[in-house]
């Protein structure tokens, strides 16, 4: 669907992913998600007070949307959906109505909460617009400048304290936010060790993000091994991006007063809690007097222009590099957010939905 | 086996105990621990410089003490004792021969590595001498002036920062550390709860020692539904003695930016940990941004002079109770460290060696 002729339109046509059954275990299908067709009006009088109009031009795909299909509340990021509701995202689009005298007509904006559709009604109080015209391309506005940047910028910058020359490892580490995270590690001057899952990937974090060695989880059968190998002086910060098992294994390899941060844990989005392996050795904890931090970005929006300004500065200086996957069409949705569980991307996944 | 006498000795009959064989699961027995006796000399040159001859007239039972039984170096307090080689404890204990002119016969000290026996060799440098004249009971330089009183103050003075009316969960709430920890977060102004084995036991810590509420997890068949009971509003801060089913229960119900302070895991320490049950729910920690955090409190001696002051303080204006749990004989350590799993206990045990 392209934007020609909105301006004189009364309604659009808009696609949008909803929730139809809930999805327990497993990667989701479209016995859970579907896309239907909705007719949004564009009347003036329509739309409420302090509302835009916004037709989305790039669709964020993130792991912990996984979480919120089962329906059930456990120690979630967010609420789950509710069934026949559609799903949402976080977006960067173009308004093409404004009841709000702050936007205008063809005004660029991020969008916190979306739902995952070509259009959307949203409140301006949740956009943040965003100047186009920076020289930064429209996807590092989702990526490096955006929150997968930014949360690894709060866990490495405010959050952790890796000290120059300290062993850090880094899981999911050629995912949206391993390669940002990797990269600020290393400009602290830290060893920096990632694993992903393949070896295409290992080869890429350290050819194209400046990690000083890596390694493809799928072929170690011994986690504990692995890390032996790798890490033969301890790891110092654990960048935690995936939970479970490897997060098992690292509370194994921990040096005295490590730092676990914890970003996500994507192998546990797909269970419930309660179907979930356990973590066992727990008690490393204790005498290792190991700090374990969850954290969330979106607690730290007070320092976005800290971090803007910082990784603007890097990225000036070629010093943060990016990659994206791009999708196209809204109908790629379900397949994009199957493919964060099988290993097959690097970097940020986006869906370009309106060229 | 009396002090009376041996300053003109040549030799001293010590009884010790000693591991026998590992003891992997379940509770020690006889099987894995041994007394045997052993002859000291006191010939003051059989005595290396800068060590002492004590003579042990309490020792402190330690639940840490199961984890070093196991042969198996798993994320322990300590390494693992030696089989055929005495365990060690905490003591105090007079000296009857000096080899180091800061101490002389008769002086009572502090021994953190002591062997489980009625006499040691031990350095000088791994004593600190205690004044006896201070008022202070001795039993209590092993409880509330102790390690015991000491781990709860660094929990909750150094390591958390319970901020009043703020709810706190004190788990293993009778046990040494928890009398004092529940104390303490009572003077700064909390609501604390606190679990514990017995109904009896439950009684005593809101009577004595000021929680304003408690439960016996021995009768509650769901710890969920428990926690649902006594916090209504979540848990802020939870000082973590027992680790496993119960901290699993604990991140259900936590606030965000709740602070988990570990102390201990005792009912983690009688398994080698690829035995013991997994916590499942600790994607709790991201969303909920909690922060775990071990401790040792042998890392906060810096700070022993100021807890020793404040402690000593409370104690004279009658802020905090001290319990003593004590038994009588070298022989009968197999037993205390059996009774610390099994919810027999009230606050600190300690055998009386030598009266």
Not at 83 to 105: P, Q
Not at 119 to 126: F, M
Not at 202 to 207: A, D, T, W
């Amino acid at each position: 669907m392209g934007d020609v002729g909105n301006e004189e339109k009364a309604a659009v046509d808009s696609k949008e992913w909803y929730l139809t059954a809930h999805a327990l275990e497993g990667v989701p299908t479209s016995d859970h998600l579907k896309l239907r067709t909705i007719s949004l009006s564009l009347a003036v009088d329509s739309i409420p007070d302090r509302h835009l109009v916004v037709q989305n031009l790039l669709i964020s795909v993130d792991p912990y949307n996984r979480t919120r299909l089962t329906g059930v509340e456990d120690g979630l990021y967010f609420p789950p959906f509710k069934l026949n509701e559609a799903i949402t995202a976080i977006t960067v689009g173009r308004v093409i109505r404004s009841k709000d005298s702050n936007y205008k007509e063809g005004d660029i904006v991020f969008n916190f909460f979306s739902p995952v559709a070509e259009h959307c009604v949203v409140p301006s109080e949740l956009v943040r617009k965003l100047d186009p015209t920076s020289g930064v391309p429209l996807p590092d506005f989702l990526s490096s400048l955006g929150l997968p940047g930014f949360a690894a910028w709060v866990g490495i910058d405010v959050v952790g304290d890796p000290k120059p020359g300290s062993n850090v490892f880094i899981s999911a580490a050629a995912g949206a936010v391993g390669i940002y995270a990797g990269q600020l590690a290393k400009l602290k001057g830290c060893r920096v060790i990632g694993s992903t899952g393949s070896d295409e990937k290992v080869k890429l974090i350290k050819e194209e993000f400046g990690y000083d060695d890596a390694f493809n989880y799928n072929k170690e059968t011994d986690l504990d091994a692995a890390l032996s190998k790798y890490f033969p002086d301890g790891i110092d910060v654990y960048f935690d991006n995936v939970g479970g098992k490897m997060l098992e294994a690292v509370l194994n390899h921990v040096n005295r007063h490590a730092q676990i941060l914890v970003c996500g844990m994507i192998s546990q989005y797909k269970k419930i809690w309660t179907e979930r392996e356990g973590v066992r050795n727990l008690l490393n904890i204790v005498g290792k007097e190991v700090r374990i931090q969850g954290f969330m970005s979106g607690s730290y929006f007070d320092r976005f222009e800290d971090f803007t300004k910082e990784m603007h500065g890097y990225i000036k200086e070629g010093k943060i590099s990016s990659k994206h996957k791009i999708y196209h069409g809204i109908e790629s949705y379900l397949e994009c957010l199957s493919s964060l569980f099988t290993s097959s991307n690097v970097g940020k996944v986006i869906i370009e939905v309106n060229p």
